[in-house]
């Protein structure tokens, strides 16, 4: 085993111990003002991770470096992988009525409720789950994870899993299910393509349309 991977497992294992510290220990209550505070904890922990690159890897946050590409690559991106999302959160919900499966997501609908009620919150929430969960989930994690398996769908297929896992604070199958399949559309693109900068974009749009149409 090279220093390399050794280096990146090691930081692997101390950025999987600080989100499940992140996730299951810290609790903030519940409350407008412990949502905001949520919001501000996971750009703290997008700064330990960068950290963790740094100075424990000796790398870059970003292994990859994002390929520039034609100027209507971006909308078109954008508008294919909202598409994809919202044809998965559209075709989830119908799938589990027919097979009966509860959908109820409390954690979800207590933050929405707050998001409604501070339109402010809303942004800067939306705008924290698209560029801090993409550079951590496909920006930070899928090239360590091609440094471990080497194999394409490997890395897809693992990314997303972890980006579902790291969702399962809703509290319901449904809360999982519907950001793995989304963590795979996200996921191939990355891969594909090499450009975080069109995933932000969309994720933050994909959450605020979310919310936006909860709120009407």
């Known amino acids: 085993m090279n220093k390399n991977v050794k280096r990146t497992i090691f ?4 950025v999987v111990l600080l989100d499940i510290l992140h996730i299951t220990l810290i609790d ?35 292994i990859w470096k994002d390929t520039e590409r034609k100027w209507y690559f971006y909308p078109l991106s954008v508008i ?6 919202v044809a998965v959160a ?16 409390e954690v979800l609908e ?13 942004v800067f929430g939306c705008l924290t789950a698209g560029v801090v969960e993409e550079l951590l989930y496909r920006g930070y ?49 990355y891969y594909r393509y090499r450009n975080i900068k069109t995933l932000i974009i969309s994720h933050f749009l994909i959450d605020f349309a979310s919310f936006i149409s909860i709120c009407q």
């Not at 930081?11 to 101390?14: D, F, M, P, R, S």
């Not at 294919?80 to 999302?85: E, M, S």
């Not at 809703?170 to 399949?181: K, Q, R």
Request: with cysteine; proline share 3%; aromatic share 14%.
């Open 11 to 14: 930081g692997l294992g101390i």
């Open 28 to 62: 903030f209550g519940d409350s407008r003002t412990a949502a905001w505070i949520n919001e501000f904890s996971m750009w703290v922990f997008l700064v330990l991770v960068y950290l963790v690159a740094v100075k424990i890897e000796k790398s870059k946050l970003l």
């Open 80 to 85: 294919a992988v909202f598409a994809g999302a």
């Open 90 to 105: 559209v075709t989830t919900p119908i799938i589990f009525d027919l097979l009966h499966i509860p959908k109820t997501q």
């Open 110 to 122: 207590s933050l929405a409720n707050y998001y409604c009620e501070d339109k402010l919150l809303l």
């Open 141 to 189: 994690l899928m090239p360590r994870l091609e440094i471990l398996f080497k194999a394409k769908w490997i890395v897809i297929f693992l990314s997303a899993l972890v980006f579902g896992i790291a969702h399962i604070g809703n509290s319901s199958l449904i809360g999982f299910v519907v950001p793995t399949l989304i963590g795979l559309i996200f996921s191939y693109h």
